[in-house]
Nanobody
Framework: QVQLVESGGGLVQAGDSLRLSCAAS????????LGWFRQAPGKDQEFVAA????????MYAASVKGRFTISRDNAKKTIYLQMNDLKPEDTAVYYC??????????????????WGQGTQVTVSS
């Protein structure tokens, strides 16, 4: 099993930046994918970004491409989500998730096996 712990959420103003972290622990194998999803109040959970280990391939949702950057620290089994130019519509609980079956990033929620508890990001206008 893989355990995921997110951190870095908070309350910011529109246009600000925020960086989220997700630390993975436990047995993950040599190839896996870590991703970020988010869920706004009253909406379905949606894909944000994902990155593969060890290859480093990335995938982004169209709504965040150019504003958000996903990165990783292989040694720490940690990923980061740098979020710039935040908008009120980015307000959501952000979840980290792991896909243990693939070595390339995907956006489908059902591909991910384990999830973190989430961290709240609130962007005021």
């Amino acid at each position: 099993q893989v355990q995921l712990v997110e951190s870095g959420g908070g309350l910011v103003q529109a246009g600000d930046s925020l960086r989220l972290s997700c630390a993975a622990s436990g047995r993950s194998g040599s190839s896996y994918v870590l991703g970020w999803f988010r869920q706004a109040p009253g909406k379905d959970q949606e894909f944000v970004a994902a990155i593969s280990f060890p290859g480093g391939g990335t995938m982004y949702a169209a709504s965040v491409k150019g504003r958000f950057t996903i990165s990783r620290d292989n040694a720490k089994k940690t990923i980061y989500l740098q979020m710039n130019d935040l908008k009120p519509e980015d307000t959501a609980v952000y979840y980290c998730a792991v896909d243990l079956k693939r070595y390339y990033p995907t956006s489908s929620l059902t591909n991910y096996d384990s999830w973190g508890q989430g961290t709240q990001v609130t962007v005021s206008s």
